[in-house]
């Protein structure tokens, strides 16, 4: 699958014509089949450290919002929000 992805549009065009002709060699018993993990080995492996860096700012900009244009405490929603959600 890894390789089909890397190889980009002509290979998937070239999957797709294939699955498109008919062929009784095509068909298989499902009792003969065994599914594996289409992406077994990932290229890249994501964490969370951009999403938790992020956080911080994000919930900033929520509390400003949530203040409100004529408000001025958004250090207050922002306690807040920090102790609903942590």
């Known amino acids: 699958m890894l390789e089909l992805i890397e190889a980009g549009p002509p290979a998937l065009e070239a ?3 294939a699955a498109g002709r008919p062929g009784r060699d095509r068909v298989t ?8 993990a289409p992406l ?4 890249r492996i994501r964490d969370l ?3 938790t860096s992020h956080l911080p700012g ?3 900009e929520m509390a ?4 409100g244009p004529g ?7 922002y306690r807040r929000l920090e102790q609903r959600f942590g």
């Open 49 to 51: 450290g951009l999403l």
């Open 40 to 43: 077994p080995w990932p290229r």
């Open 71 to 77: 408000e001025a405490d958004i250090e207050g929603e």
């Open 15 to 17: 999957v797709a014509a």
């Open 29 to 36: 018993a499902a009792g003969d089949v065994r599914l594996l």
């Open 64 to 67: 400003r919002r949530m203040a």
């Open 58 to 60: 994000a919930f900033r």
